[in-house]
């Protein structure tokens, strides 16, 4: 099992930038992969970054985001991040942390985790 809680979600004006983070605990060496997600209201959720933490740590960023936002992770504190620069009322949503965490047991499926998310806004 593991928890998921991040922090660092506000209010800031268009061209802004804020940090997130997504604090880990819980049984973390079975985490393969984390990501970033968010929802703006009246839209579904959809993915923003993500991060293969079992290996390379090869990232991903969609294209919306791409040079304004990355995804990074301290191992030692156990937290993964979002840097998010030039934000835009667009950005504004709900922004959730994700984790795919490998049942250590046969068929060794993998199952999702979710933290309660942190609110963006982004307004003059």
């Known amino acids: 099992q593991v928890q998921l809680v991040e922090s660092g979600g506000g209010s800031v004006q268009p061209g802004g930038s804020l940090r997130l983070s997504c604090a880990t605990s819980?049984?973390?060496?079975?985490?393969?992969?984390m990501a970033w997600y968010r929802q703006a209201p009246g839209k579904d959720r959809e993915l923003v970054a993500s991060?293969?933490?079992?290996?390379?740590?090869?990232?991903r960023v969609v294209d919306s985001v791409k040079g304004r936002f990355s995804i990074s992770r301290d191992v030692a504190k156990n937290t993964l991040y979002l840097q998010m620069d030039s934000l835009r009322p667009e950005d504004t949503a709900v922004y959730f942390c994700?984790?795919?965490?490998?049942?250590?047991?046969?068929?060794?499926?993998?199952?999702?985790?979710w933290g309660q998310g942190t609110q963006v806004t982004v307004s003059s």
């Open positions: 991060m293969n933490t079992a290996g390379a740590s090869a990232v």
């Open positions: 819980g049984d973390i060496v079975f985490i393969h992969e």
């Open positions: 994700n984790a795919q965490w490998l049942i250590p047991s046969p068929p060794y499926q993998t199952r999702e985790f």
